[in-house]
């Protein structure tokens, strides 16, 4: 539930940031110029897609595949093993755009951290989550 929870969270982050760069929201609210620097900078696509267009359906998938598993109850099902493949992936994609923002862009988005953390959190909470249906005995 706390990966839905987050999944859902997170593409309202990604969507807020999505609807930016496409030009429905006027100004980010940020406090400093960075979110702007980082959104209007060439490293704001990635292989011709906006990536925050990348984090609302990476939020949305992993939404999506936690309420499948939650509808799977105490069993261990394919859907937990795909949101740990998703948030990882997401990770180390954040990782790469973290590593932009620090050595390339030269500037920090806050609504970038925060999706950052949530994406971070999902894995955890999904690592967690697998480690301790090892030990209980799945039912039939």
């Excluded at 839905?4 to 030009?23: N, Q, T």
């Amino acid at each position: 539930m706390a990966a839905g929870l987050l999944s859902l969270l997170g593409f309202f982050v990604a969507l807020y940031l999505y609807l930016y760069k496409i030009g429905l929201i006027g100004t980010l609210a940020c406090g400093s110029g960075g979110c702007e620097t980082v959104q209007m900078s060439p490293w704001s696509r990635f292989l011709g897609v906006e990536v925050a267009l990348y984090g609302v359906l990476g939020y949305a998938l992993l939404l999506a595949l936690t309420l499948v598993s939650l509808q799977a109850g105490d069993r261990r099902h394919w859907s937990d093993r795909l949101i740990l493949l998703g948030s990882g992936a997401g990770v180390l994609f954040t990782a790469y755009l973290t590593c932009l923002e620090l050595f390339v862009i030269h500037a920090i988005c806050r609504w970038c951290v925060g999706s950052a953390v949530i994406i971070s959190a999902i894995f955890v909470v999904s690592l967690l989550g697998r480690r301790a249906a090892g030990r209980v005995e799945p039912t039939s």
